[in-house]
């Protein structure tokens, strides 16, 4: 008896293994920081990591980033678990994927590409959606080379085979380029829209939220405007900016999401976002979350800190919500240990005796979820914000 065929809409899993450096500049511990985050991206985009490869060199190798040998030991992973991709945690130059994709025979991916993949499925908005194409096409243009690959197993060469590869990357090349210039020029449209919209928002204060992604930002625009901004435990769940109208107390102000930032974001993302990036800009008020339970909240804020600088809007006012406070975990270090404490050692209260005592900004910890001084937060806001409003407004009355 013939078995009837089931249909099945069961979504087929991608794998890959993920591939990292330490080099003179980078030593194991951050390699593997990277790596935790890079499997993170992964997961984010639908795929399960299987495996992780590591090398220490000076420097990635020109050619094929890993070197020889360790290049044949994730071959013969690949071979032998059929996994889907590689995914390496550094920006790869054109000739690094084009000799690593000959090597491997897999789909080859570096940190930027896979990021780019996460926003382009993240982008809801014509804008966001713009954005993206931008830095696709950006990322594209110097690895045209690699999709006529082909032409080079061909044997003999002469007419038909070299001149018509060459020539068709050329013309590729020139209706990217077109391509770009179309898409700046509609950003160019964009924003002017996104401007006139910012000053018919005048006469109430304009606060950002800010910080590395998937630090609870929506989850705090959520409780704080009542709203119902998407929310999830997975990096860039938030692209499209979201403004909404709040009111603590008697005051009212407007409140914006934005999207989180991530060490070794691609430039050519944050160039095509700089129109998203402009309503920080523009804000009154920064409000940077920071996720508390994290092992690398401090480099989270390193990171902020220095994209904040490079648009020009560090030194504006700012609240630190250090969010996840009951998320946060520590050892206890015996009495009688003679170690010298690591960082893993120190309790919440042991930090903020330190050096976030020593904050310039008004400081509040919270739990976004479990609705955890809640309270204290909106007392500093309000705060901060009726000093910034009575500023901007003098004359406008707060009843």
Do not use: C
Not at 279 to 303: G, P, Y
């Amino acid at each position: 008896m013939k078995k009837k065929f089931q249909h099945t809409s069961e979504k087929i899993i991608e794998t890959a293994v993920l591939v990292g450096v330490t080099t003179q500049n980078q030593d194991d511990k951050t390699t593997i920081e990277y790596l935790d985050e890079l499997a993170f991206l992964a997961e984010t985009a639908g795929v399960k990591t299987l495996k992780r490869f590591t090398q220490k060199l000076a420097t990635p190798h020109p050619k094929t980033f890993l070197g020889k040998g360790k290049m044949e030991m994730v071959l013969d992973y690949v071979k032998e678990h059929d996994v889907s991709m590689v995914i390496f945690d550094d920006e790869l130059s054109p000739s690094q994927l084009r000799n690593i994709e000959r090597i491997l025979e897999v789909k080859i991916l570096d940190r930027s590409n896979l990021i780019l993949d996460i926003f382009a499925t993240r982008a809801q908005t014509a804008h966001a959606r713009t954005q993206v194409e931008l830095a696709q096409y950006q990322y594209l243009m110097p690895r045209l080379t690699r999709m006529w690959t082909h032409l080079d197993r061909q044997k003999g060469g002469g007419a038909g085979m070299r001149g018509p590869g060459e020539t068709q990357i050329e013309t590729d090349k020139r209706i990217i380029t077109q391509k770009i210039a179309l898409l700046k020029e509609k950003l160019k449209q964009i924003d002017k829209q996104k401007q006139n919209q910012r000053k018919q928002r005048m006469q109430m204060v304009r606060v950002a939220l800010v910080g590395y992604t998937n630090v609870g930002k929506s989850t705090i625009m959520n409780m704080l405007s009542k709203s119902d901004v998407f929310a999830e435990n997975k990096l860039f769940a938030t692209l499209d900016t979201t403004i909404r109208k709040v009111v603590v107390k008697n005051l009212p102000f407007l409140l914006t999401d934005t999207v989180g930032f991530i060490r070794k974001l691609p430039h050519h993302l944050v160039e095509s976002f700089k129109s998203t990036l402009d309503e920080v800009n523009d804000a009154d008020v920064l409000v940077h979350v920071v996720d508390v339970s994290h092992t690398n909240f401090e480099d989270h804020i390193r990171v902020v800190n220095e994209t904040l600088k490079d648009i020009g809007a560090l030194d504006k006012p700012t609240v630190v919500v250090f969010n996840k406070v009951d998320a946060f975990t520590y050892v206890k270090q015996d009495e009688d240990d003679l170690l010298p404490k690591t960082r893993e050692n120190y309790s919440l209260e042991d930090l903020k005796k330190m050096w976030m005592s020593k904050s310039e900004h008004p400081t509040v910890y919270i739990s976004a979820v479990k609705k955890i001084n809640v309270d204290e937060m909106r007392e500093v806001l309000y705060e901060t914000i009726k000093s910034m409003h009575l500023q901007i407004y003098p004359n406008q009355l707060l009843y």
